[in-house]
């Protein structure tokens, strides 16, 4: 990636405003910088600029919460899936199938949003949780592999299981981390990852810090709920917007 000023403009502005809403709600930096990217440079491209943030970001994540031990016990088997499904979907990001992806990254931000807005939740028995985990976590590679984005259907199913806030928020920086993981390697394989990305990587996780101090700094200060409504309801016009750009 040969990058302009405007282009490094572009990456500072969209990762700090993705922090910042990691910061107050605690997600939303992979869909939020993978969508605003995906308007301006190429899906393998915005994936790549996205490994750095998203792994330090969520690795603290994964070691603040209380217990790592007991929930990997619990979730091995869908993060296993991940992988797998993440690898076995390596190359569909490629330039051939960009309309594709542009056009599902689309749909999944959308879906999540319209899931979000509407407070969606899975309710999955705890007898079936051992086999059900693995399916979510392959679709979530699935979907990782050729968008970039690694929140559905992971993050309703983590929502709907009946981990305590703490783990919850644990939990989720253990999917990220894996699924960025993942990612990582089919990008090197794919050959997106070089090392012209270096300078807007590190303006991206600069930024992506600093959007979220501030965003934990006024989480306390604002109605969240009207800040969940605007963001999800941001999310699903952006997804309108990836899908109908797929298609036109």
Same mark, same amino acid.
């Not at 993440?86 to 689309?106: N, V």
């Given at each position: 990636?040969?990058?302009?000023?405007?282009?490094?403009?572009?990456?500072?502005?969209?990762?700090?405003?993705?922090?910042?809403?990691?910061?107050?709600?605690?997600?939303?930096?992979?869909?939020?910088?993978?969508?605003?990217?995906?308007?301006?440079?190429?899906?393998?491209?915005?994936?790549?600029?996205?490994?750095?943030?998203?792994?330090?970001?969520?690795?603290?994540?994964?070691?603040?919460? !209380? /217990?790592?031990?007991?929930?990997?016990?619990?979730?091995?088997?869908?993060?296993?899936?991940?992988?797998?499904?993440?690898?076995?979907?390596?190359?569909?990001?490629?330039? +051939?199938?960009?309309?594709?992806?542009?056009?599902?990254?689309?749909?999944?931000?959308?879906?999540?949003?319209?899931?979000?807005?509407?407070?969606?939740?899975?309710?999955? !028995? +705890?007898? +079936?949780?051992?086999?059900?985990?693995?399916?979510?976590?392959?679709?979530?590679?699935?979907?990782?592999?050729?968008?970039?984005?690694?929140?559905?259907?992971?993050?309703?199913?983590?929502?709907?299981?009946?981990?305590?806030?703490?783990?919850?928020?644990?939990?989720?920086?253990?999917?990220?981390?894996?699924?960025?993981?993942?990612?990582?390697?089919?990008?090197?394989?794919?050959?997106?990852?070089?090392?012209?990305?270096?300078?807007?990587?590190?303006?991206?996780?600069?930024?992506?810090?600093?959007?979220?101090?501030? /965003?934990?700094?006024?989480?306390?200060?604002?109605?969240?709920?009207?800040?969940?409504?605007?963001?999800?309801?941001?999310?699903?016009?952006?997804?309108?917007?990836?899908?109908?750009?797929?298609?036109?």
């Amino acid at each position: 990636m040969s990058a302009t000023g405007n282009d490094i403009v572009a990456i500072a502005v969209i990762f700090a405003v993705a922090g910042f809403v990691k910061g107050v709600v605690g997600l939303g930096l992979p869909t939020i910088s993978m969508g605003l990217l995906a308007l301006i440079m190429p899906s393998p491209t915005a994936a790549s600029l996205l490994l750095v943030p998203s792994f330090v970001t969520n690795l603290w994540q994964m070691f603040s919460g !209380p /217990g790592l031990r007991p929930l990997l016990r619990r979730l091995w088997g869908m993060m296993a899936a991940v992988c797998l499904g993440t690898w076995a979907g390596a190359g569909s990001m490629s330039p +051939q199938y960009a309309p594709y992806s542009t056009g599902l990254l689309g749909l999944i931000v959308l879906l999540y949003g319209l899931s979000g807005l509407l407070s969606f939740r899975f309710d999955v !028995p +705890q007898n +079936q949780r051992k086999w059900v985990s693995p399916v979510i976590g392959g679709i979530t590679g699935l979907i990782t592999s050729a968008t970039g984005v690694f929140i559905i259907p992971a993050v309703p199913y983590l929502q709907g299981i009946g981990l305590e806030k703490e783990e919850l928020v644990q939990a989720l920086g253990l999917s990220f981390t894996v699924s960025t993981l993942a990612l990582a390697v089919n990008l090197v394989h794919l050959g997106a990852v070089d090392k012209s990305l270096a300078w807007p990587s590190a303006i991206a996780l600069v930024t992506t810090l600093a959007g979220m101090a501030a /965003g934990q700094a006024v989480r306390l200060r604002i109605d969240a709920e009207l800040f969940r409504t605007l963001f999800f309801g941001g999310l699903i016009l952006l997804g309108i917007h990836l899908a109908l750009r797929a298609v036109v």
